[in-house]
């Protein structure tokens, strides 16, 4: 059987010389721009199938500050807000780092996108639906081994739909990898398979790079035009001085953000185990079970305030400028509920002038 020669664009270049397309921003200029916005009817029609949407002919690209009370939220956006042909509004976001917070983040945009298309004169009938699609990096729904979940508003027992203003889709990429590397998927037959695996060829997270689906959709991409048209776009994206260097510093980003938020995850882990630990021996000095209640939680308070203390100098030294200060900012607080509030917004905000007021918020509640 005689085989077509490859593409040229999908052998230029090194596999460990492209782009992560779970990074957003290589996933903004892939599929979020004006040349390439045939590449994102194509990927969206794939997933909207399930729900047996209409068939989306056409899309106009849209602002997408949707979350603009929310200066550093702003700042680490760089998704896609599609307007279909029939106004339906699609809202397309890539998630490398868990912030444990996906499922309210996507309610939350959903939300606003719905809200603000309400004007003088509109009616509640007017409104267009919204659909968001998060593709994540991490898994979220931990009781189940199927990598896409799809929502709508449904009754419960009988299971009609109370309306299609609502759709949410969440892709969890290690889930996805997991069942090709199982042979369980077959992107020959499933386009939504296909595209998804294109943005799981490289993991610049692992330092990898999977040679085989490369190789797999190289082959499907000789009668797939749309996915031959992806790697070309791709390639050349990879290859732009501007683009790689634009990328590799949102990459340092995200992956900085992300170590920063693992080290907070071991300090709170540590002081926790230190707290237990001194309370233990509070409570043996104490000589009574009660009293090593007592020591216990006494330790765990003092070690919680202090870990607290700390996470808020490093974070925030503009605010906290010594662990000393922090401490005696803290000094009356008592509920661990604030307490664990406050290592929240350490782990979640990354400016001081966010953080000041919800640490006030936190602490008058």
Known sequence: ???????????????????????????????????????????????????????????????????????????????????????????????????????????????????????????????????????????????????????????????????DALEMHFFEMPKLINAWRKNELNPWDDRLARWLLLLGIVDDRKNNVYEDIYKELEEIAMKDEKLQQAFRSWTQLSQTPDEWLAYESRLKQVLDEEAAKRETELAIQESREEGREEGREEGREEGREEGVEIGEAKGQHKQDVYVTARLLNDKFPEGFPTVAGAQEYLQGVTSPETLDELRKIVVRVNSWAEAEDKIREALDD
């Not at 009370?69 to 890539?94: C, F, M, V, W």
């Not at 959903?110 to 990096?137: D, F, S």
């Open 1 to 163: 059987m005689e085989h077509k020669p490859r593409p040229d664009a999908l052998k230029r270049l090194p596999l460990n010389r492209l782009m992560d397309l779970k990074i957003d921003y290589a996933f903004k200029q892939l599929f979020g721009t004006e040349t390439n916005q045939d590449l994102l009817v194509v990927f969206l029609n794939a997933i909207l199938q399930r729900t047996e949407r209409p068939w989306i002919e056409s899309i106009a690209l849209q602002n997408t500050e949707i979350g603009g009370e929310y200066d550093n939220d702003k700042q680490s956006r760089l998704d896609i807000l599609a307007q279909t042909e029939t106004g339906t509004l699609i809202n397309i976001e890539i998630q490398f780092t868990n912030k444990y917070d996906m499922i309210h983040r996507s309610l939350f945009y959903w939300a606003n996108l719905y809200r603000r298309q309400m004007k003088a004169g509109t009616t509640y009938r007017e409104l267009y639906p919204v659909i968001t699609i998060n593709i994540l990096n991490f898994n979220t729904f931990h009781n189940s081994a199927r990598y896409h979940a799809a929502y709508r508003l449904h009754e419960e027992d009988e299971q009609t739909l109370l309306t």
